[in-house]
């Protein structure tokens, strides 16, 4: 059994329900621009190695929530954690990008694949469960996967890429094999959700961090399809509790009516969007979450507070079935100086309760 | 005095007239998929000893040509040749992308920009003429410039970028010296473009490469405002002659009804994009140009050409007042193989020669 919980603003706002003030996170606030995270980060000799070790993810977990008064945890982890659990060998080499030591590239091992044993994720569901219990009920957990896409992306590439020339080309040519690799991620991305909701996630995020390189039409169909199918299959409540949904498409603004579609609570948005007018589009069918672009954070304290204010004003004061999660665009830069989210946090924590007495 | 035209397709698809077939060039389809361009590149030693050359230019520039039934020509040349002349110092090392030896990052660097002298782009403008006489009338003859936008991020991140941390860190931190930058690159842009009209252009095109990656709010005030201030100034006719101006913003579907509004003639999109919704946001106000995936010539000729008709149908029969010229959403690979561009090419003009006789 877990603390109950003292700041349910985030879990609040990602329902749609009224809040005191607009809660803030930041996608990979416990990260490299923090000087702790780096000094566990050479304890733990690799990013693996500090992954996979439940002591040292629940300690960088907390970091970020000593120094800020974020309003939600995240689990430290990776997206890449089903595919490395599907046995195609996930890496991190010094100041370079995952790379997976096996592609998934032709017939035989498109053939090969399946869901995985979730006994082989154990490491991630006992990091979820022994932060749950360091948090003591301050904040929210959230857990997270790559979407289906996203981890087909790398799948296919075996890592970054400029182009997604070897994932487009499959998909092109092969759209029967595109489509079983994508279903077989979708059955392990649900199940591995759902076995980090068991464990204590308190809500839980699909990265689909690639979506947005797909033509119109073959996001429907190679990202989205599968992005709904996982929705449909995770829990949507947990021992009588909601568990509330997040679905992020980076660079999928120009699809914000479908993707709001798609079974998720809360759809993230990055910093190309307006979202006042992403707010009008999607009514009071979803919350949303973002969208400050995270090179803001490289500006002064007086900078930083002004672009928070900025976002916001455009979202407008959030009414009732309006809910409003403020967020950076996409991760946090590995040089950011940690003064700016300082600010940052204050600034939105501060002016969201204006606007809400100013209403 | 040069030729007449013998194909003016495009020159009408730009200006929304009527045509008996969809228009068809390929960004950057003049290189390195050609082996003639890489024989050529080879002899010339370096890539701007291939730009700088009137003669090697020539012959690159009309390669493709020889080879598929495009409906025009683009000048070989580079989008960074503006800050080059500058005096930035442009290189390109081998296997990597363009590098400036001299960036533009403080007060001082900033106060010394100024519209550099046109004598030395001569190589470009003596490129525009003799393209145009070796052309012989053929098709129309494209020239074109980066945006001041896109060639700020260059002249401050020194190069290419992953996350644009150091041009938005400048935007962000110091918006008086990025105006001043990109006010100095819009009257130089507008005299270079009208530089290449005089010397025979017969069409200019704007890439506004990485306007996508800004916020909303900044684009428009960073991005869109520099290139209508550019095309305020472009000639929009030359010797009693329309001269047809493009605008194309990579990530510039979210802003298209304000980027319709710039002044192009012609807004160009990537794949992102459906063109069916485009075409219908913008009206009568622009033709469009885009927006195959440059990932589809990666698959076999039948799967090219389905795409290529998937593209068209979404356009739909080119009415009067709805110009379309068909384009990739970005540059070619160099990766792709030629045969797949003889498909696309022939499936384009086919199609919507098929398209106009069934309305």
């Known amino acids: 059994m877990f603390a109950s919980l003292q700041n349910d603003t985030f879990l609040r706002a990602c329902l749609r329900q009224p809040t005191e003030h607009t809660p803030i996170w930041l996608m990979r606030q416990a990260g490299r621009y923090l000087p702790e995270y780096r000094a566990t980060r050479e304890k733990a000799g690799s990013f693996m190695g500090l992954a996979t ?10 970091q970020p929530l000593e120094r800020f008064p974020l309003d939600a945890a995240i689990l430290f982890s990776d997206i890449l954690t089903v595919p490395d659990a599907m046995g195609l060998g996930l890496s991190f080499q010094q100041g370079e990008g995952p790379k997976f030591a096996r592609q998934v590239r032709d017939e035989a091992a498109v053939a090969a694949l399946e869901v995985p044993d979730m006994d082989k994720l154990r490491y ?33 590439e075996g890592g970054g890429s400029d182009d997604y020339r070897l994932v487009k080309s499959l998909m092109y040519s092969r759209p029967d094999l595109m489509h079983r690799i994508l279903d077989v991620n979708a059955r392990s991305v649900a199940a591995y959700l759902n076995a980090q909701i068991e464990a204590g996630a308190q809500a839980v995020m699909l990265f689909d961090s690639w979506g947005g390189v797909l033509a119109d039409g073959a996001f429907q169909q190679f990202s989205l399809a599968y992005s709904r199918q996982v929705l449909s299959h995770v829990k949507t409540e947990h021992g009588g509790v909601r568990i509330p949904r997040l679905l992020f ?17 809360v759809v993230g948005l990055d910093w190309t969007m307006n979202l006042g007018a992403a707010r009008a589009r999607v009514g009071d069918r979803v919350a949303l979450q973002g969208n400050l672009d995270p090179n803001v954070l490289f500006a002064p304290p007086q900078a930083v507070r002004a672009q928070a204010r900025a976002v916001l004003d455009s979202f407008g004061n959030p009414a009732a079935g309006h809910g409003h999660v403020f967020n950076l665009g996409h991760g946090i830069s590995q040089f950011t100086p940690p003064e700016s989210v300082e600010a940052l946090v204050d600034e939105v924590h501060q002016h969201s309760r204006r606007l809400r007495t100013a209403a």
Chains 1, 2 share one sequence.
Do not use: Q
Not at 53 to 62: I, P, R, S, W
Not at 249 to 265: H, N, P
């Open 53 to 62: 070790n439940t002591d040292y993810a629940t300690e960088v977990t907390l």
């Open 124 to 156: 991630v569901f006992d990091a979820v469960t022994s932060i749950r219990h360091a948090l003591n009920g301050r904040v929210p957990l959230i857990g997270f996967s790559g979407s289906p896409w996203t981890l087909a992306c790398y799948m296919v």
């Open 249 to 265: 498409t980076k660079g999928g603004g120009l699809w914000l009516d479908e993707i709001a579609d798609a079974g998720a609570d």
